[in-house]
């Protein structure tokens, strides 16, 4: 594949590839700013900014065979979009290689957890998206975290640098387990991680990164950006402890027509490249 067509370094088949990365283009439940189905071409193009060995995960690293599934979910309803996810992820995962997604909107992820069994969801957000239902439907942005609940009990999700929850998601019995980012500036990520690593039941962790759970002044390109966030770096630290236990990743909620320097785009892609090293470097 051309410059720009395929992830950077994602030139393997789909038979011979060890992790497949893949768009989801949808932000049809969007509440404030849309334009994240344009996210996955511009972390594509972001991708191609960087070596595709990084050092600090020690040179001379067996390199990861991916391949790029394309781009799928431009459609309008979520229940079409969860059809297109399935369709595109399942038998990758069915067959046991490891998962790069980007969205879209955070729903992307709901269809994506539903393609597994036994694995635990860890959501980096500011937001803790666990109401019942949203605007209507309950396959919302808004409702990720209640969705995965009754997928992997609610045991087996976790939410970090959470800062911003509404009354009907706190005043229930069964809120969704959480640390604020508050709470990580006091006592450091390393403390968080631990505790999310050690709340969850099953080994094989997914993490969802939802883009406005990093702090707007370093990812400003987001439909509903909140002060107080994470720092790149503490994205980078939950990674690397999450280490071999990492199941897969996505990325949502970039939004390019809120991105004008493309910044955020690029620290998408930069993340990217951080769990396939660390999945590269556990297998
Ligand atoms: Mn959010
Ligand atoms: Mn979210």
Request: net charge negative.
């Amino acid at each position: 594949m051309s410059y720009g067509t395929s992830y950077a370094g994602a030139e393997s088949d789909y038979s011979d590839a060890d992790a497949v990365f893949g768009g989801i283009s949808y932000d049809r439940t969007s509440s404030f700013k849309s334009g994240a189905r344009e996210a996955p071409s511009h972390i594509r193009r972001a991708s191609y900014n960087f070596e595709e060995i990084h050092f600090e995960h020690g040179l001379g690293l067996p390199s990861l065979r991916v391949h790029d599934l394309g781009d799928c979910g431009d459609c309008f309803l979520p229940e079409e979009m969860f059809e297109d996810v399935a369709f595109n992820f399942g038998p990758a995962v069915r067959d046991g290689k490891f998962t790069v997604a980007v969205g879209g909107e955070h729903s992307v992820n709901i269809p994506i957890v539903r393609c597994f069994r036994d694995i635990a969801l860890i959501t980096i957000d500011a937001h803790l998206d666990s109401r019942d239902e949203y605007l209507g439907t309950p396959y919302s942005h808004a409702c990720v975290t209640r969705r995965a609940a009754e997928h992997l009990g609610i045991d087996n999700v976790f939410a970090l640098g959470v800062r911003s929850m509404a009354r009907e998601e706190l005043e229930r019995d069964d809120v969704v387990p959480h640390i604020t980012s508050f709470e990580i500036f006091e006592t450091g990520i390393e403390k968080a991680i631990e505790k999310a690593l050690d709340s969850v039941k099953k080994e094989r962790v997914y993490v969802s990164l939802d883009i406005d759970g990093i702090d707007p002044a370093y990812a400003p390109g987001t439909g509903t950006p909140e002060p107080f966030g994470l720092t790149p770096m503490d994205v980078k630290k939950i990674l690397n402890s999450v280490g071999g236990r990492l199941a897969g990743f996505d990325i949502t909620e970039v939004c390019p027509p809120a991105d004008p320097s493309g910044i955020t785009s690029v620290l998408a892609a930069r993340l990217v490249n951080e769990a396939l090293s660390i999945y590269s470097k556990h297998h």
